[in-house]
């Protein structure tokens, strides 16, 4: 169930990461096959893992483990290009959340028989890596369900209390550099000229030239915090029968520090689609966010755009991505014609309109 969180992008292009993510351009992802990774379930854990299924992943391998009497659990092998402080950093939010708030729908971090939170191994090429064990959290996937607004008030709430929950949660990796981090849109500048001339690029540009014109200079001064990062219909759980219902939120790959207005808008942006009004979605998600964590002035004066730029980057790294691994191309563009249809729809709208648009009350299915 859990979705990647890669940095990936076309060969030839104009890299804009740092070193750790240069490293992920070139490492594989790792490959054990079912029994390797049920000996080392079993060597590390103590847990007889009768089934092992893959799930999701890129640039981690992550495994379905499930006992005899239907236990299931998370393996995640990551990347040996992974530096051990991220994933450590992802193992203390987690650690730090069951602490605090601990009914928060986020998976556990189970130990070794040593009693250790990761274990480093050594794979088939010699390469060491981290592995770690989370517990399965069962729920439907919200893009399997139908959208309703009361779905969207229950995601809006949610994310808000996973927020307050990390408010106070600090780590050394947490200020990692990040391509999904939209709150940095525009190191992604380099990547507008391997799109096609033409109108999509033109779209591109002019976004682009939004966000560092209009968003980029306020950035500095609004409150920051660790954040989810990735809170979308693939990464939220409901339960089959109240589909309004969060049972789990799922893969922290994405985490990181930063503009905390920068989680509410990629995740109100994935709201946009399905609907006559692209407003109609995200205004009902922001103002259950708002109902439980006010946003600033400042804040809110960018929402939009920030929301606009999720989609703006999410178009870039998708096409660039799609490009440097054509065979996995239908998973990195999943999210690519949304993205576009949705830069499309706000092209023409004035940046005070789509801020008052996103914010109207009425629009929000809660009362104001």
């Known amino acids: 169930m859990f979705s990647p969180d890669a940095h990936r992008g076309p060969?030839?292009?104009?890299?804009p990461e740092g070193p750790n993510e240069a490293a992920e351009l070139s490492t594989a992802a790792p490959n054990l096959a079912p029994a390797e990774v049920q000996a080392l379930v079993a060597r590390l854990y103590g847990i007889d893992g009768s089934i092992i299924k893959p799930l999701a992943g890129e640039r981690d391998q992550n495994c379905a483990v499930e006992t005899a009497d239907g236990t299931r659990y998370v393996f995640k092998i990551s990347?040996?290009?992974e530096p051990v402080p991220l994933v450590e950093f992802q193992i203390a939010a987690l650690e730090h959340i069951a602490r605090t708030s601990p009914g928060q729908p986020v998976p556990r971090v189970v130990r070794t028989l040593d009693?250790?939170?990761?274990?480093?191994?050594?794979?088939?090429?010699?390469?060491?890596?981290s592995v770690r064990m989370l517990t399965y959290l069962e729920g439907t996937q919200i893009r399997e369900t139908p959208r309703t607004a009361a779905q969207r008030v229950a995601m809006g709430r949610t994310l808000a209390e996973l927020n307050l929950a990390l408010q106070d949660f600090t780590h050394p990796?947490?200020?990692?550099?990040?391509?999904?981090?939209?709150?940095?849109?525009h190191r992604l500048t380099v990547q507008l000229d391997s799109l096609p001339e033409g109108p999509r690029r033109a779209l591109a540009q002019s976004f682009m030239k939004r966000f560092i014109v209009h968003v980029l200079p306020r950035l500095a001064s609004l409150r920051a915090q660790v954040i989810h990062n990735d809170y979308h219909f693939y990464n939220v759980l409901v339960a089959?029968?109240?589909?309004?219902?969060?049972?789990?939120?799922?893969?922290?790959?994405?985490?990181?520090?930063?503009?905390?207005?920068?989680?509410?808008?990629?995740?109100?942006?994935?709201?946009?689609?399905?609907?006559a009004d692209p407003f109609e979605?995200?205004?009902?998600?922001?103002?259950?966010?708002?109902?439980?964590?006010?946003?600033?002035?400042?804040?809110?004066?960018?929402?939009?755009?920030?929301?606009?730029?999720?989609?703006?980057?999410?178009?870039?790294?998708?096409?660039?991505?799609?490009?440097?691994?054509?065979e996995n191309r239908a998973y990195i563009m999943?999210?690519?014609?949304?993205?576009?249809?949705?830069?499309?729809?706000?092209a023409d709208i004035p940046r005070h309109e789509a801020r008052d648009r996103l914010l109207t009350p009425n629009r929000n299915g809660i009362s104001s």
């Open 79 to 81: 990347n040996p290009s």
């Open 11 to 15: 060969p030839g292009a104009a890299a």
């Open 334 to 346: 999943r999210h690519n014609p949304a993205a576009w249809e949705a830069l499309s729809q706000m």
């Open 115 to 129: 009693g250790r939170t990761r274990e480093t191994v050594v794979l088939a090429d010699g390469a060491r890596t």
């Open 173 to 185: 990796a947490a200020k990692h550099e990040l391509l999904w981090n939209v709150s940095a849109a």
């Open 240 to 275: 089959p029968d109240d589909q309004a219902r969060i049972t789990g939120i799922i893969d922290f790959g994405d985490m990181l520090h930063a503009p905390l207005v920068g989680e509410v808008a990629t995740a109100a942006a994935f709201h946009m689609t399905g609907n």
């Open 281 to 326: 979605g995200p205004s009902q998600f922001v103002g259950a966010y708002q109902a439980v964590l006010q946003l600033t002035e400042p804040e809110q004066e960018i929402v939009a755009d920030l929301m606009v730029t999720r989609h703006l980057i999410t178009a870039l790294i998708s096409e660039w991505r799609a490009l440097r691994y054509p």
